[in-house]
């Protein structure tokens, strides 16, 4: 009675911390955007080629996106590329100057058309916390298993 008594106790605490950090992720990340970092080389100072950018990028993603949201960070490496580079050792990729640049999570999208053919896939294949969530829940549901198959075998031998 106790085993039986213990194994659910066990199983409702694995369920109700499942559900919570359901919430907790789906609360933290159901409005957070996803950060892309671009960095382009112009030394014109008049020219604005961010705002070009800016319509493409919109033009691309405004169609199947409108869940998702995304917040551009602008970088004129021609000042400096201290924040490119120090952006490629967090992400421990090579420094490859073959500008423009998008960054979106891990992915790296190097020259105009790359960005152009592939920055929607890279946008709606970016999993911030939603994918350790994933492993976490799955690890909570395997455990769970576990601990049911194990009741299950003592309660045979008994």
């Given at each position: 009675?106790?085993?039986k008594?213990?194994?659910?106790?066990?199983?409702?605490?694995?369920?109700v911390?499942l559900?919570l950090?359901?919430l907790?992720?789906?609360i933290?990340?159901i409005?957070?955007p996803?950060k892309?970092?671009y960095y382009f080389?112009?030394a014109?100072?008049?020219?604005?080629?961010t705002?070009?950018?800016k319509?493409?990028?919109?033009?691309?993603?405004?169609?199947?996106?409108?869940d998702r949201t995304?917040?551009?960070?602008?970088?004129n490496v021609?000042?400096s590329e201290?924040?490119y580079?120090a952006?490629?050792?967090?992400?421990g990729?090579?420094?490859i100057?073959n500008?423009?640049?998008l960054?979106v999570?891990?992915q790296?999208l190097y020259?105009?058309?790359?960005?152009?053919?592939?920055?929607?896939?890279a946008?709606l294949?970016?999993?911030?916390?939603?994918?350790v969530?994933?492993y976490?829940?799955c690890?909570?549901?395997l455990?769970?298993l576990?601990a049911?198959i194990a009741?299950g075998?003592?309660r045979?031998?008994?």
């Amino acid at each position: 009675m106790f085993l039986k008594t213990k194994f659910y106790a066990i199983l409702i605490g694995s369920l109700v911390f499942l559900l919570l950090l359901t919430l907790f992720f789906l609360i933290t990340n159901i409005s957070k955007p996803v950060k892309m970092h671009y960095y382009f080389f112009n030394a014109c100072g008049s020219c604005n080629e961010t705002s070009e950018f800016k319509e493409q990028l919109y033009n691309i993603l405004k169609d199947g996106t409108q869940d998702r949201t995304y917040q551009l960070l602008t970088y004129n490496v021609f000042r400096s590329e201290k924040e490119y580079e120090a952006q490629c050792t967090k992400l421990g990729i090579e420094v490859i100057r073959n500008w423009p640049v998008l960054i979106v999570g891990d992915q790296v999208l190097y020259g105009e058309s790359s960005i152009r053919e592939n920055v929607l896939q890279a946008f709606l294949s970016y999993r911030d916390g939603l994918t350790v969530f994933l492993y976490i829940g799955c690890g909570v549901v395997l455990i769970t298993l576990i601990a049911a198959i194990a009741y299950g075998r003592l309660r045979a031998l008994q």
